[in-house]
């Protein structure tokens, strides 16, 4: 491979000294590869760590493809062999001497490989294979020193596994605020914004999914709304594909912006449900009608002595997936499903959600666990027969029922029967 003089800036941190420069689609599928096995000399776990690298590669690709705002942070590139070399470029700027500044020579006999940013690597080679056009892109590269023995693959060893390991996924309340290609989270915030039952007053904006049992003011917090929406997003696309999408299907669908009309569409769509859940159900309807000055609003739903299971994620976020997979499975529209529904005791402290969602001797919410529990448990006891639970579900169902209120199976399956709507 031929030489390349590459303008770059050199700065060190701790003990490592590295450079910061660029490379384009093309330079990066010529020199390096997205191969980071060589800091293992194992087989068996070089394997592993090579089949833990191609994961979400594809995703990336369609990324770079489908998306004109594509943009990528730098990618950590180990060098090693060959001879790079540093050409200075310093100058005096108001009487200070710049020395940072120069160029990196690769004589193309290095051998480079990331040990941060392999996916992007891989998905960028992929895409270029696919759109050669793409050959002039550049991307930003920082380049370390790796030395090929033992005590240089275990040095980039940690140096990977750091990189790794701290790089902080986007939680789900950093992506509700600010994610642009998200449909859920730009309809999440359109809702928040217009309709002032899902404003701050009401919904708790907070980073974490709970709401404490102190809370006297809020219906349920960002992130459970949010995951519910998420919920609708299915019921939206297993109309426009005619089945429902898999978990793959659904996580590359939020990845990328959809087009105004499917926006718009998806979005009206999703505020008729709520305003259709705002009316129907009749702890948010009594919850609605109380005044946003009233700091104790939300006391009648969720205190001490329990309150109604919509107040509290472990039951908001089931009874919605029960809705929506009741909606998936008959031609009843969602007004006429909410109505029925709520027919059912939603008290934390009625059967069968005592000593489920409710501990009533600790007076708290049960441990987390039980969200299919209560999924099966709705779908059951709204008892529509174009739904037909699996022997497998049943069984769970029973079982876990049984367990959970100290009977046997049969006790269990009477009492559930009992309270069928």
């Known amino acids: 491979m031929k030489e390349i003089l590459l303008p770059s800036i050199k700065a060190n941190i701790g003990d490592w000294n590295y450079y910061i420069s660029s490379l384009s689609f093309k330079d990066l599928t010529t020199y390096v590869t997205e191969d980071v096995t060589k800091i293992r000399k194992n087989k068996g776990l070089k394997t592993l760590l090579q089949r833990q690298i191609t994961d979400n590669v594809d995703s990336i690709k369609e990324y770079i493809l489908e998306q004109p705002e594509r943009f990528f942070n730098a990618v950590i590139l180990a060098v090693y062999d060959g001879s790079p070399e540093w050409f200075d470029a310093s100058f005096k700027y108001r009487g200070e001497t710049l020395e940072s500044i120069g160029f990196l020579k690769l004589s193309g006999s290095e051998k480079i490989f990331p040990l941060d940013g392999q996916h992007r690597?891989?998905?960028?080679?992929?895409?270029?294979?696919?759109?050669?056009?793409?050959?002039?892109?550049?991307?930003?590269?920082?380049?370390?020193?790796?030395?090929?023995?033992?005590?240089?693959?275990?040095?980039?060893?940690?140096?990977?596994s750091t990189l790794n390991r701290y790089a902080k996924p986007v939680s789900d309340a950093e992506i509700i605020a600010i994610d642009e290609d998200d449909i859920v989270a730009i309809a999440t915030r359109k809702l928040v914004e217009n309709n002032n039952f899902f404003s701050e007053k009401n919904i708790l904006f907070s980073k974490n999914k709970s709401v404490a049992n102190t809370n006297k003011e809020?219906?349920?917090?960002?992130?459970?709304?949010?995951q519910v929406n998420k919920l609708f997003l299915i019921n939206f696309l297993q109309k426009e594909i005619g089945k429902k999408p898999t978990k793959k299907v659904l996580d590359n669908y939020i990845k990328r912006r959809p087009d105004k009309e499917t926006l718009t569409s998806f979005t009206e769509q999703l505020d008729t449900f709520w305003k259709y859940a705002i009316k129907d159900i009749p702890s948010f309807r009594a919850y609605a009608s109380k005044a946003d000055s009233e700091e104790e609003r939300a006391l009648e739903f969720r205190n001490k002595d329990g309150g109604n299971m919509l107040f509290r994620p472990a039951g908001f976020l089931p009874f919605f997936e029960s809705v929506f997979t009741i909606k998936n499975n008959t031609n009843k529209d969602f007004e006429y499903i909410l109505r029925r529904i709520t027919k059912l005791d939603l008290s934390l402290t009625s059967k069968p959600?005592?000593?489920?969602?409710?501990?009533?001797?600790?007076?708290?919410?049960?441990?987390?666990?039980?969200?299919?529990?209560?999924?099966?448990?709705?779908?059951?006891?709204?008892?529509?027969?174009?739904?037909?639970?699996?022997?497998?579900?049943?069984?769970k169902l029973f079982t876990s029922y049984a367990d959970k209120t100290s009977q046997n199976i049969e006790e269990a399956k009477i009492e559930l029967n009992k309270l069928i709507l």
């Open 353 to 395: 959600w005592v000593n489920v969602l409710w501990d009533p001797q600790s007076k708290r919410m049960t441990p987390s666990g039980t969200k299919e529990l209560v999924r099966l448990l709705l779908i059951y006891l709204y008892n529509d027969k174009q739904i037909v639970l699996s022997e497998k579900e049943l069984s």
């Open 121 to 160: 690597i891989a998905g960028i080679k992929k895409a270029l294979s696919e759109k050669p056009e793409l050959a002039d892109e550049v991307v930003p590269v920082i380049f370390v020193g790796h030395i090929d023995d033992t005590s240089g693959m275990e040095r980039s060893r940690r140096l990977f």
């Open 218 to 226: 809020h219906l349920t917090s960002i992130i459970t709304f949010y």
